[in-house]
C-alpha cells in the first residue's frame, strides 16, 4: 500500500511538472524555458515531499519511542510488584513453616522409611550383569545412577517448588501462579524435568513426585488465603497418576477433604497427555470436576482444537505460547490457521474459546513487542520471563495439611510392586 501511495503521488508530480513546462512553453519563452521550468518543478515536489515525509517518520519514530518508554516504565513497576509479592509470599510460607516443624519431620521419617523399602529392588536392578552391548552397557549405567539420584532426593527431601506469576494484560497484575517441582541432587545441583523425568515414568515415581508437588500446592493457596489474597496456583498432574489405581483414590479421597481449594487449584496437563487419556484417565478427571476443580491444558502444539470437547472436560484455561499465537492468527490466513473454524475470523480465536468457557493465556512471553500483538488478538492473560521467571521456595516448606496415613506409602508400594512384577 505504501509503494502504490508513492507511486500515485510521484506520478502527480510528474504531471504537475510537465504542466508548468507546457505552460511557460505555449506563453512563448521557448522549449529550453519550458523543460527548465518543468524540471525546476519536479525538484522543487520532490523537495517538499521530501521534507513533508522525513517530517512525517520523525514524529511517528518520536511517539513509538515514547510509547517504548512507557511500556519500559509499566514494565518495571510490574516487575517490581511482582517481586515484593513473590518475596512477602515466601516470607509468610517461611514464618508459617515454623510452626509446623514436628509435622514436617515427621512427614519426612515417614517418606524416608517408604522409599527405603524401595532400596531392595533398586539395588537388586543395579546389580544385574553388564550386558555385552557397550551401548546398552552405558546406558543402563546412566539410567541406574539416575535412578539412584532420584531415589535419595525423595527419601531426603530435596524436592523444591518453583513459583512463576501469571499476569493479567495490560495491567500485569499478578492473578495465578504456575508451580513446577525441581529435583536437587546431593550437591544441590537442580535437576531439570527432562533429565529424571523419563526414568520417574519408568520406576513408577511420577505419583509420588505428584504427592508432594500436591501438598505443596496446597500449603501455598491456605497462605494466600489467609493473606485475602484469592490468586489460583496450577499445579501440573501427570497421565500416570490420573490413571494409578493405588494413587488416584488416596489423591481423590485428599481433595473430598479439602475440596475449599476447588477455586484455586488448578491441574494442568499438556495438550499431548490430554488427547492421549483413556476411560479411566477421563472418568477419574470428571470425578475431579464433580468436586468443583477446574482444568488447564498446556504446550498446545495447533490451534485446530476440538472445544465442545474441551468443554465437556471442564477445561477452563489454555495456555499457548505467544509465538505460535502470533504466527497462526495474524502471520497466516484465519481460514487456513483454523480449518474447524472456517466462519471466525482468527483476530475473534480468544471470543470463540470464551464461548467455550476457557480463558486463553499467553504463555512464553519474552518481549514487549509480542504483548503489543497478544493485546490485538484480546488475550488479557499473559505468562513469562517478561512478566517474572519461576522462584524457589525454600524446601523446609511442605503441605501444612497432614495427607492420608497411606497416602505415599500406598503410592511407594504400588511403584515397587510394578517394579518388580511389570
Given amino acids: 500500500m505504501r509503494a502504490l501511495t508513492q507511486g500515485f503521488l510521484f506520478f502527480g508530480y510528474l504531471f504537475l511538472s510537465l504542466t508548468v513546462g507546457a505552460f511557460v512553453w505555449r506563453a512563448g519563452l521557448g522549449a529550453g524555458a519550458g523543460a ?14 521530501t521534507w513533508v515525509s522525513g517530517k512525517t517518520e520523525r514524529a511517528v519514530l518520536k511517539k513509538e519511542i515514547d510509547q517504548v518508554r512507557e511500556a519500559h516504565r509499566l514494565l518495571a513497576d510490574a516487575m517490581e510488584s511482582t517481586q515484593g509479592a513473590l518475596t ?10 515454623l510452626s509446623s516443624t514436628e509435622q514436617l519431620s515427621g512427614e519426612v521419617r515417614m517418606l524416608e522409611s517408604l522409599i527405603q523399602q524401595m532400596s531392595e529392588s533398586i539395588d537388586q536392578r543395579i546389580s544385574q550383569p553388564t550386558p555385552d552391548n557397550t551401548y546398552e552397557a552405558r546406558h543402563r549405567e546412566q539410567s541406574n545412577v539416575l535412578l539412584q539420584t532420584i531415589h535419595e532426593a525423595l527419601s531426603e527431601n530435596r524436592v523444591d517448588l518453583y513459583l512463576q506469576p501469571v499476569v493479567s494484560l495490560p495491567q500485569r497484575r499478578t492473578i495465578f501462579y504456575e508451580s513446577f517441582t525441581r529435583l536437587r541432587a546431593a550437591d544441590d545441583r537442580v535437576m531439570m524435568p527432562a533429565e529424571y523425568l523419563s526414568v520417574a515414568e519408568g520406576e513408577g515415581l511420577v505419583p509420588a513426585i505428584d504427592n508432594l508437588l500436591l501438598f505443596r500446592c496446597a500449603q501455598i493457596v491456605r497462605r494466600l488465603a489467609r493473606q485475602d489474597r484469592k490468586v489460583g496456583v496450577f499445579c501440573n498432574v501427570a497421565l500416570s497418576s490420573l490413571g494409578d489405581e493405588t494413587f488416584f483414590p488416596q489423591f481423590l479421597d485428599f481433595l473430598s477433604e479439602n475440596r475449599d481449594l476447588n477455586q484455586a487449584l488448578i491441574f494442568e496437563l499438556g495438550q499431548a497427555t490430554f488427547d492421549a487419556r483413556g476411560a479411566v484417565e477421563a472418568r477419574n ?19 485446530d482444537l476440538d472445544f465442545a470437547d474441551l468443554q465437556r472436560s471442564d477445561v477452563k484455561f489454555m495456555k499457548v505460547s505467544a509465538d505460535l499465537l502470533i504466527e497462526t492468527l495474524l502471520d497466516a490466513d484465519a481460514a487456513s490457521a483454523l480449518p474447524a473454524l472456517r466462519d471466525i475470523s482468527a483476530a475473534d480465536f480468544a471470543g470463540v474459546t470464551r464461548r467455550y468457557g476457557i480463558e486463553l493465556i499467553a504463555e512464553k512471553c519474552e ?51 510394578r517394579r518388580r512384577f511389570g
Fill in 285 to 303: 478427571m470428571a470425578k475431579l470436576a464433580d468436586l468443583g476443580f477446574r482444568f488447564s491444558i498446556d504446550k498446545v502444539q495447533t490451534l
Fill in 88 to 97: 512477602e509470599l515466601a516470607q509468610a510460607i517461611e514464618t508459617g513453616a
Fill in 367 to 417: 518481549t514487549e513487542r509480542q504483548i503489543v500483538d497478544i493485546l490485538e488478538l484480546d488475550i488479557s492473560v499473559g505468562q513469562g520471563h517478561l512478566f517474572g521467571e519461576p522462584r524457589a521456595i525454600k524446601e523446609a516448606v511442605l503441605a501444612e495439611t497432614d495427607p492420608p496415613a497411606d497416602f505415599i506409602r500406598s503410592t511407594l508400594r504400588s511403584a515397587d510392586h
Fill in 36 to 49: 527548465a521550468a518543468g524540471i525546476a518543478s519536479m525538484g522543487l515536489l520532490l523537495a517538499v515531499h
